[in-house]
């Protein structure tokens, strides 16, 4: 009889957790399969960047579209990603964009922490910001998953705040348009930037191309003030061939950057030139900005 008990309960306890797995999978399938923006606000310490919305509104409340130089054909440009140390550079960044109608959003940055398992990493998945969804362009991905230039990888994705922190000012911006996010590998070199480049050229009439990325890394204020201003020069030269980490955290984002741009004809203007120190008070290790859109 003992023995039966134990058997009879054995067989209750296990219809439970089985009652239990049911439940969590179903509530887990109910769960949209998406990506949060988000900044990094100190080392590994992610942040959704609550007082962004109202920041952002703030700030370009005070322009327009109108606001466009020139009604210049733009290509795009260079940015940081440090939010939301860097909001100002960000932003002033972003509002010489003001007038443009991408229908996608090409952004390119560094795998910071060798998550990828692929050269070029991308996802499909949507990009939940204070502004709404941020839709990937499958159609887009789908043709790089084809040529072989980009591979699925979404793991990537949810702590790489070189592209979480430009998905605020891009659905804000550009409501309608799509994002394709790039991951790059640090090792890539200027023949893999010209396989991509020449992958990412039919999509230049309907986009805009932006390189996420910082430059000097854990230097003084004093000492990346020298080294980025060498780097601006270079950059604004178009010597991008031979650009090295030390210089900038994804060189080959640059060069794929650059080869559109000379592709296509563009001119470079440099916007800012700064470094972390100049938005606190922290004056060693710091990390330089270089903030530019290409422009015809």
């Known amino acids: 009889m003992r023995n039966l008990l134990k058997i009879v309960f054995s067989l209750i306890f296990i219809v439970f957790l089985l009652g239990v797995v049911f439940i969590y999978q179903k509530n887990v399938s109910l769960t ?38 020139e009604n210049k054909a733009i290509l795009g440009g260079i940015v940081s990603h440090h939010l939301p140390l860097a909001f100002p550079l960000i932003a002033n960044f972003y509002q010489n964009l003001q007038g443009t109608n991408p229908e996608v959003v090409f952004v390119l940055g560094p795998d910071h922490f060798h998550k990828s398992s692929f050269p070029v990493a991308t996802t499909e998945l949507p990009f939940n910001t204070p502004f709404g969804f941020l839709e990937v362009d499958k159609n887009v991905v789908e043709n790089l998953k084809k040529e072989n230039i980009v591979k699925i990888d979404n793991q990537v ?10 998905t605020f000012f891009i659905k804000y911006l550009f409501p309608e348009a799509k994002i394709v996010p790039l991951v790059l590998q640090p090792n890539l070199d200027l023949k893999d930037a010209k396989i991509i480049a020449d992958g990412l050229k039919p999509y230049k009439e309907k986009a805009i191309f932006i390189a ?34 030390k210089e900038c955290d994804s060189p080959v984002s640059l060069q794929v950057l650059f080869l559109l741009a000379r592709d296509g004809g563009y001119n470079i203007k440099i916007l800012e030139t700064k470094n972390s120190a100049d938005f606190s008070q922290l004056r060693d290790n710091v990390t330089g900005y270089i903030s530019a859109i290409f422009e015809k």
Not at 212 to 240: C, G, P, R, W
Request: charged share 20%.
């Open 32 to 69: 949209p399969n998406l990506l949060e923006a988000k900044v990094l606000s100190n080392f590994y310490q992610y942040d959704k960047f609550p007082h962004g919305k109202e920041l952002i509104l703030d700030y370009f409340s005070q322009y327009s579209s109108s606001h466009q130089k």
């Open 157 to 166: 994705f949810k702590g790489e705040h070189s592209i979480l922190s430009q």
């Open 212 to 245: 996420s990325v910082d430059f000097s890394h854990y230097l003084s204020s004093a000492d990346a003030q020298i080294l980025d201003e060498n780097t601006k020069n270079k950059l604004e030269n178009f010597y991008f061939e031979n650009l090295n980490i």
